[in-house]
Nanobody, 120 residues
Framework: QVQLVESGGGLVQPGGSLRLSCAAS????????MGWYRQAPGKQRELVAT???????NYAESVKGRFTISRDNAKNTLYLQMNSLKPEDTAVYYC??????????????WGQGTQVTVSS
């Protein structure tokens, strides 16, 4: 019911910046939480950042102060601005859209992922 398409990944040097985009379409009116996750080689998928309908944001400790999550509701697009990138940020980054009731996730949708590689 919801389609998510990520873009903006690529190769960047340590200390560099990238901005990821996630274009949402379909039945998105009931979505109230969107976020970014990432999965590095040999690692579990982990939460990077989330943003709610109330514009509340949450970040993983490893990216606080470096990454910023934002949205453009008019364009149905989610962004992740990544600054001061480190090699350990290398991962496939996934966009996620959720319908949440209190603490229960009712629906969850995933994008196909976009590769971010931080290397000199």
């Amino acid at each position: 019911q919801v389609q998510l398409v990520e873009s903006g990944g690529g190769l960047v040097q340590p200390g560099g910046s990238l901005r990821l985009s996630c274009a949402a379409s379909g039945s998105i009116s009931r979505i109230n939480v969107m976020g970014w996750y990432r999965q590095a080689p040999g690692k579990q998928r982990e939460l990077v950042a989330t943003i709610t309908d109330n514009a509340n944001t949450n970040y993983a400790e490893s990216v606080k102060g470096r990454f910023t999550i934002s949205r453009d509701n008019a364009k149905n697009t989610l962004y992740l601005q990544m600054n001061s990138l480190k090699p350990e940020d290398t991962a496939v980054y996934y966009c996620c859209a959720e319908r949440v009731w209190v603490i229960t996730t009712i629906e969850r949708y995933w994008g196909q992922g976009t590769q971010v590689t931080v290397s000199s």
